[in-house]
């Protein structure tokens, strides 16, 4: 591919490429975790206000 000696310029014009896609995976990663996190909470705060509602408004049919 390369054609005679790597030159120190190519060297580092490689090694910065290397350290954005680096970067922007690792950004991404938090990214998606930081996204996941907040669907678990938000799911649990579904299921609290579910069963808050259940203890304090019970069925009709569960008072006979």
């Known amino acids: 591919m390369a054609r005679g000696p ?3 310029a ?5 090694m910065a490429i ?10 991404g990663a938090v990214a998606i975790g930081r996204l996941a996190i907040g ?7 579904e299921i609290d206000e579910l069963v ?3 203890l304090t ?3 009709d049919g569960s008072k006979a």
């Open 18 to 27: 290397g350290a954005l896609a680096f970067g922007a995976l690792a950004i």
């Open 39 to 45: 669907r678990a909470h938000i799911r649990r705060l």
């Open 6 to 8: 790597l030159l120190p």
């Open 10 to 14: 190519n060297a580092l014009g490689a």
């Open 52 to 54: 808050v509602h259940k």
């Open 57 to 59: 408004r019970p069925e």
